[in-house]
């Protein structure tokens, strides 16, 4: 087999796996904001019939409900980050793939160390060294460090919009209701917990539209 015919070969390969992978992480994503999701809802669920069914007036019952609340409102911090997670090594390979479908359509890729990489040489048996890296399935030797880590960090997960949108509703949610709950049994807790709840959105929102 001439090297060309070895080289193309093996690019396609990465590329079946890649896609695999792409597929497989876009998969536990999906499957951890659905289980966030029914899991919140169940125990938000609970809590409110238990304030239907015992009219929201025993001691005991606003008790119960409001820790219900207060636990949904920490739901979802594990699957946020579990989807962050996923999300970072989703964008690795993504990242990689996009380099390789541009690399065969446009015919060259500017290396990280500022090289510059032709399709040409990539094909030509004669040249040893065609400068693309081959099976580089983290993009670690096809793109700059300093993007790669921006676009894969945990930081840039938790804030990215399709993930925070989903997970600080519930938060925000679980929290309101615990603390309108618990209100009349934990007055100082009541106000504490506003005013941090306040301050934490506030943060949250911020951070938020600076990664945006």
Known sequence: MEKDELRIGILNKEIDIIT?????????????????????????????????????????????????????????????????????????????????????????????????????????????????????????KTIKKGHLKCISSLRSGLLSRKIFWIYFPMVLIGSVLSVFELRSEYELFFYFFLALLCALTCVALVLFRKNR
């Open 20 to 140: 695999q992978k792409i597929n497989h992480f876009d998969d536990l994503r999906l499957k951890t904001r659905q289980m966030a999701i029914v899991l919140w809802v169940a125990v938000i669920g609970v809590g409110l019939k238990n304030v239907v069914i015992g009219s929201g007036t025993e001691n005991n019952d606003v008790q119960y409900s409001g820790l219900l609340y207060c636990l949904a409102s920490f739901i979802p911090f594990p699957f946020w980050y579990l989807e962050s997670k996923y999300r970072g090594y989703y964008k690795k390979w993504a990242k990689r793939l996009s380099a390789i479908r541009k690399f065969i359509r446009d015919g060259k890729h500017i290396l990280p160390d500022g090289g510059i990489a032709k399709f040409q040489d990539f094909i030509d048996p004669l040249i040893v060294d065609s400068c693309f890296p081959l099976f580089d399935f983290w993009a670690e």
